[in-house]
């Protein structure tokens, strides 16, 4: 068009422009009043959707506005084709920011739901807004009329020497994905490494793997160690597990009896302690004539891994009160020592602190007994 602008032209322009503000106030009204009823809702997905769309869908009504009243008004051909670009491309900027959003936080809630803990698994969530970014990002270059192309062509001959110069940094990647792709590892989990760390699993990200130690220290293990190491998982595939108690008792005790009094115990220990197993059944199995004891091993439930030292705790200070009441003896490791000589019998002489002298050609040899 190339008649100029009149006062009508204006107010329906603005009309339009206004017509489009309020809309998007009152959407925003709207999706306010739907976020409060999804946070109501167990599933936390719900909340991330309404989150993403308060900040898309009012944007899409001012550009609906804002594209009406161009529309109305008598702009030359070249000026309302920029006038479409540019709200063409501020929409699948929004869009693509609020796909980003929502995407990550559906990913972030899946990866939430199925480890039960409260940290996430930071890898799958920073890879997925990245892949979403990058595609309206080349979305936004196509609208504006740069070919891609060109652009791909580079990437991928950059990809490729940039592939070649971070060899540790994407067998890092690449490890971190298969771990949790595999599920042999999750965040939550409580894992041993064969060097020794052992610890809670916070996140596994990018490149590395953080372990939070019972001291309450970190431990950042790169992915691609902790995918060649040796590891074993107390959380997987059950978080509940056994602790084995070794016990002894002498030989002049009621064996029937002593496992009578150590079940009691069991049982008190699973129902009354924190972190125990109240549907574990008490299990105590005889297993050695040992020197001065019969061994057995007494099996506890316990809730998880670091509760077993709490359970060991109260299950060896109530079982040592009651051997004591019910007159069970646990003999405390005794040994004998002869000594002799082909020849002569070798003269010996107690000393007050429990050692034998041996006396043998003027010299003197201590021998430590313990009864």
Same mark, same amino acid.
């Given at each position: 068009m190339n008649r100029a602008v009149t006062l009508d032209?204006? $107010?329906? +322009?603005?009309?339009?422009?206004a017509a489009g503000l309020v809309g998007a106030f009152l959407l925003r009204m709207l999706l306010r009043w739907l976020g409060t009823h999804a946070s109501r809702t167990k599933w936390s997905g719900d909340d991330v959707i309404v989150d993403a769309l308060r900040t898309v869908v009012p944007w899409a009504a001012i550009a609906g506005g804002a594209a009406s009243a161009a529309a109305l008004l008598p702009l030359t051909r070249t000026v309302q084709h920029h006038v479409d670009q540019i709200l063409s491309v501020l929409l699948i900027f929004v869009a693509t920011l609020s796909a980003a959003r929502v995407i990550a936080g559906l990913v972030r809630s899946v990866t939430q739901s199925r480890s039960g803990v409260a940290g996430s698994a930071t890898i799958f969530v920073n890879i997925t807004r990245v892949v979403v970014l990058a595609m309206g990002f080349l979305v936004m270059l196509q609208t504006l009329g740069i070919s891609i192309a060109p652009l791909l062509t580079a990437l991928g001959v950059g990809g490729l020497a940039v592939a070649l110069a971070l060899q540790d940094t994407l067998a890092n990647l690449f490890a971190g994905i298969h771990i949790l792709a595999s599920k042999t590892v999750q965040p939550g989990d409580y894992i041993r490494l064969s060097s020794g760390e052992e610890g809670y699993v916070m996140d596994i990200n990018w490149r590395q793997t953080t372990v939070r130690q019972l001291s309450n220290n970190l431990v950042v293990i790169p992915n691609g160690q902790l995918a060649r190491t040796n590891m074993i998982n107390y959380t997987r595939p059950e978080q509940q597990l056994t602790v084995l108690v070794q016990v002894g008792v002498g030989y002049d005790s009621d064996l029937e009896h002593v496992e009578k009094v150590?079940?009691? %115990?069991?049982?008190?220990? $699973?129902?009354? *302690? @924190? /972190?125990?197993? &109240?549907?574990?059944?008490?299990? *105590?199995?005889?297993?050695?004539? /040992?020197? !001065?004891? *019969?061994?057995? @091993?007494? *099996?506890? =439930?316990? =809730?998880?891994? !670091?509760? #077993?030292?709490r359970i060991k705790h109260e299950f060896i200070k109530r079982l040592h009160k009651r051997y004591r009441a019910e007159g069970i003896r646990i003999p405390a490791p005794a040994r004998t020592v002869a000594l002799q000589q082909a020849s +002569?019998?070798? &003269? #010996?002489?107690?000393?007050?602190?429990?050692?034998?002298? %041996?006396? #043998?050609?003027?010299?003197? @040899?201590?021998?430590?007994?313990? $009864?």
């Open positions: 032209d204006l $107010m329906l +322009a603005g009309t339009a422009l150590t079940t009691e %115990v069991v049982a008190e220990v $699973m129902t009354e *302690i @924190t /972190g125990a197993v &109240p549907d574990h059944e008490p299990a *105590i199995r005889f297993h050695t004539f /040992g020197d !001065s004891r *019969i061994g057995f @091993t007494v *099996i506890l =439930g316990v =809730g998880e891994f !670091s509760d #077993q030292y +002569a019998v070798i &003269p #010996q002489q107690r000393a007050g602190d429990g050692t034998v002298v %041996v006396e #043998q050609d003027g010299t003197h @040899t201590a021998a430590l007994l313990d $009864m």
